[in-house]
């Protein structure tokens, strides 16, 4: 019988999707399966000389991986098949998503792209909320509004929205907004059909993949022979898992290791405690010795023992019993920010300290004294950061801070009154009802002092 050939239409031409979702269906094609393809477009116009040089070559590109140890590796990918040129009105990705070929439609359009407030909710004051509830298409709502609208009328054929950003519940977070986005836009008709004919899986995507540089060409060049005007590179490490509930079917993905699952909680919680979590640790930490780097962070041992500390003590026996091993988990992701070949910059990953203290390391302060565990490795988290928010209000960091919630001038003030620490700690949206608590706020202070003794012989432990 003839293999029926399936369209997996991909919205969002950055280099992540190309070293992670490319690579894995272009490893199927490898094993002989080669009945789905991607169709490749981009919402903005960001990607037109990418995609021009892309066509170009048929859609095939190189990518590099470096691991921990320096081995490279090169491997042209196939998978992208069809490239869909850019105008104003999508023109191509209209087509192609409403072609019954398409049968799942996947986005990376970063994690601001989604437009959702701390309450993730629709947050329809941003302009480009409000020109795509007008008709335009620079969203992913926008876009996807006219995609599925041409596609009900086409035929309704059902369809996979498939987020693979970096987004905590990304299915879920992405569906409530674009279903809110189709409510407030009065179209009930595309609202009924997008909420029984199209599914939205969570999914938890991996690989480090940093914007490549010109001397990643050059390597190509003398690697593969090849003058390729579109290469990526990224770490060799690669993860995705998927809760398996799509619609249309699917590329047999558990054949190329992707972990097809019931439900993706267990590694995003892993993912945002143990890597996010220590990343930013890392970050703050390594600012605040006068490091650039995320992996000369890393292998300054003391640095390494606070991120290995916080996971062992305390987010371990909070996340245990999980169906993954935690504690090689830990060890591989802090392999992996010491890869000298990945120049990861500190300034990207200290970046949204207000937001990360919240979501990434609060819950597991609760969680220990839960448990009746004074959580003193995980302290040293926010500790980190109210030092380094305190040089940041002194004008005395290195680089300019990116904190999309930052008012900068209330935070100014708060930071150089006298008894700046109490208010950072008593404030509810980043501790909870910890705030509140003596026992915390006094815990805060011996870890603030010690961090302050530390950053005077950083070559010791804390
Ligand atoms: P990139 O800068 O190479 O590409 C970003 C892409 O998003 C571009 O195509 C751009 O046009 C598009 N975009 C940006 N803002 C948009 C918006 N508001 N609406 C629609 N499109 C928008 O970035 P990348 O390395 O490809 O990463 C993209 C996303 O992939 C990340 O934000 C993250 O969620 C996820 N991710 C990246 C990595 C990584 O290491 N790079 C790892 C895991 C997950």
Redesign the pocket.
């Known amino acids: 019988m003839l293999k029926q050939k399936s369209v997996w239409m991909h919205i969002?031409?950055?280099?992540?999707?190309r070293a992670?979702q490319a690579w894995y269906l272009h490893r199927l094609i490898q094993q002989g399966d080669d009945s789905w393809s991607i169709a490749l477009g981009?919402?903005?116009n960001?990607?037109n000389a990418l995609l021009d040089n892309l066509a170009k070559q048929k859609g095939e590109y190189t990518l590099e991986t470096v691991s921990p140890e320096g081995e490279r590796h090169y491997e042209k990918i196939t998978s992208v098949r069809k490239i869909l040129h850019w105008d104003e009105q999508l023109t191509e990705l209209v087509e192609q998503g409403s072609d019954k070929e398409t049968r799942v439609i996947a986005f990376?359009?970063?994690?601001?792209?989604y437009y959702l407030t701390p309450q993730h909710e629709l947050d329809v004051e941003q302009g480009?909320i409000k020109a795509d509830l007008n008709g335009e298409m620079?969203?992913?709502y926008g876009a996807l509004a006219h995609i599925l609208r041409a596609r009900l009328a086409r035929h309704g054929e059902p369809v996979t929205l498939l987020n693979?950003?970096?987004?905590r519940h990304n299915g879920e977070r992405f569906r409530h907004g674009f279903l809110s986005f189709l409510q407030l836009k009065g179209e009930s008709e595309l609202y009924e059909w997008v909420k029984n004919q199209t599914r939205s899986p969570n999914t938890m995507?991996?690989?480090?993949?940093?914007?490549p540089t010109p001397d990643v060409a050059e390597r190509v060049k003398q690697q593969m022979g090849w003058d390729d005007k579109a290469p990526v590179m990224g770490e060799s490490f690669i993860q995705w898992v998927i809760e398996d509930d799509f619609i249309n079917g699917r590329p047999a993905l558990e054949n190329v290791d992707v972990e097809m699952v019931d439900s993706v909680l267990p590694w995003e919680e892993a993912k945002i405690r143990i890597l996010n979590a220590s990343h930013s640790c890392i970050a703050w930490a390594g600012t605040l010795i006068g490091l650039n780097y995320i992996d000369d962070s890393t292998r300054e041992l003391p640095i390494k023992q606070m991120a290995w500390n916080y996971v062992t003590q305390d987010v371990i026996p909070s996340l245990s019993p999980s169906p993954l091993d935690l504690a090689q988990y830990r060890d591989v992701v802090l392999a992996r920010f010491g890869n000298p070949y990945i120049k990861d910059t500190n300034q990207r990953v200290a970046a949204d300290g207000l937001s990360k203290i919240p979501g990434f390391i609060t819950p597991t302060l609760q969680e220990c004294y839960g448990r009746n565990q004074i959580p003193a490795a995980t302290a040293v988290l926010p500790a980190l950061f109210f030092v380094f928010l305190t040089r940041w209000a002194q004008g005395q960091l290195p680089y300019e801070y990116q904190d999309g919630v930052l008012d900068v001038a209330y935070y100014q003030k708060l930071m150089n009154s006298d008894n700046a620490l109490d208010k950072f700690v008593a404030d509810e949206t980043l501790f909870g009802a910890l705030a509140n608590s003596a026992e915390f706020h006094g815990l805060m202070k011996s870890t603030v002092i010690h961090i302050e003794n530390w950053l005077k012989s950083p070559e010791q432990l804390l």
């Open positions: 969002g031409a950055g280099s992540f999707h992670h981009n919402i903005r960001d990607a990376t359009v970063t994690e601001g792209g480009d620079r969203t992913i693979c950003d970096n987004l995507v991996d690989r480090i993949t940093p914007r």
